[in-house]
């Protein structure tokens, strides 16, 4: 064996160089994963770009690129021939229509959309082109992340590449719906209908066609309050998008004194009366003294002051605290043998 020359050593050095650390993909040993990810990455980096007018027009042309990259790279792999018989590569809606294609139905259908959207771009000016396709290249995104991860490797994601968007104004749900209205234009209505025709939309598909968010408010007090984000609707199978708003007061703290004292007595069969409840919320704090100058400054999760009538109602939580204590049989004494200060 020959040992290697300073110009081999120096190549084979500056090729190592090149490798990615995150991916460990190599520009020249794993070129067509390299541009794939370059492709999506700049797709979603102009995108994202606040300067940015032509964006819509072209995530979807360089999308088609990083896609077509992966799947050549997987056909490859597999040792299946990728090249037509005029010389050229597979075209993304053939390596699709392959039985063995590796991508779900929904991924398919988003591709395919896309293309449509891509040609229409590629041949048409299109006055106004928009929010209303948000959706779509939000879907393949993800689709292409978890593709190229199943597929090649988790080091290969682009999940840790980019960071969070971030803008300086907020939108509220009201002016997101009216500003979908703007985008509807004679043109967009076209290219949706092309979209159903050819691709074969029935409504009924999942987020790898088009990406929605569930949104969920439960109840809670303020410094509890959170949002819950669901991945589909259980009941049909779709993702939707659902805002609901709780009634606060009454269904937050909806037992009055006399109902809790039955509840914790029904639940642990201890004698637990008046005199014991106005110990327990002095000795826990969870409502102020009488003729206090806040008579609202309540502990949330247990207590609620109503001024209209003035009077305090309570939670569950405080139910189920107090038939933890009064089932501690140490616990309770404690709280019968408590002296509230003045």
């Known amino acids: 064996m020959e040992a290697a020359t300073d110009d081999e050593i120096a190549r084979f050095r500056y090729e190592k160089s090149l490798v990615d650390l995150k991916s460990g993909l190599s520009p020249i040993d794993d070129e067509r994963l390299y541009r794939s990810r370059e492709a999506m990455l700049a797709a979603v980096e102009n995108f994202n770009s606040p300067t940015k007018l032509f964006k819509i027009q072209i995530f979807p042309v360089l999308s088609q ?11 490859e792999r597999k040792g299946v021939e990728n090249v037509n018989e005029d010389g050229n590569s597979l075209l993304l809606s053939q390596m699709l229509n392959r039985d063995d294609c590796p991508l779900g139905e929904d991924v398919k259908k988003n591709l395919s959309a896309l293309k449509i959207l891509r040609d229409n771009v590629e041949h048409k000016l299109l006055s106004s082109i928009g929010r209303t396709y948000w959706t779509l290249f939000q879907a393949n995104c993800l689709n292409f992340d978890q593709t190229i991860r199943k597929l090649f490797g988790e080091r290969t994601g682009l999940q840790d590449s980019l960071s969070l968007s971030l803008q300086f104004g907020k939108m509220q749900v009201d002016q997101l ?16 209908q092309a979209i159903i025709d050819q ?36 009941d049909t199978g779709k993702v939707s998008n659902i805002l609901m708003q ?8 909806p037992h009055k004194p006399t109902t809790v004292i039955a509840k914790v ?25 009488k003729g206090a100058k806040n008579p609202s400054d309540c502990k949330k999760d247990y207590c ?31 709280l019968k043998a408590f002296v509230p200060t003045k």
Do not use: C, M
């Open 246 to 253: 709780k009634v606060v007061g009454d269904e937050l703290w």
């Open 177 to 192: 719906a009216k500003l979908q209205t703007y985008d509807l234009t004679p043109a967009i209505e076209a290219i949706d």
């Open 304 to 334: 609620h002051f109503h001024s209209a009538h003035n009077d305090y109602t309570y939670s569950d939580k405080w139910v189920e605290f107090l038939v933890g204590v009064v089932s501690n049989p140490e616990e309770f004494e404690a």
């Open 65 to 75: 690129i990083a896609w077509t990259y992966l799947l050549h790279e997987y056909y």
């Open 199 to 234: 691709v074969g939309i029935s409504g009924k598909e999942g987020p790898s066609y088009k990406f929605k968010v569930s949104y969920h408010f439960e109840k809670a007090t303020k410094g509890d309050s959170h949002i819950v984000f669901n991945n589909n609707n259980p």
């Open 265 to 289: 007595r029904e639940q642990t069969g201890e004698n637990f009366t008046s005199h014991h409840h106005q110990l327990a919320w002095k000795k826990f704090g969870a409502r102020p003294r």
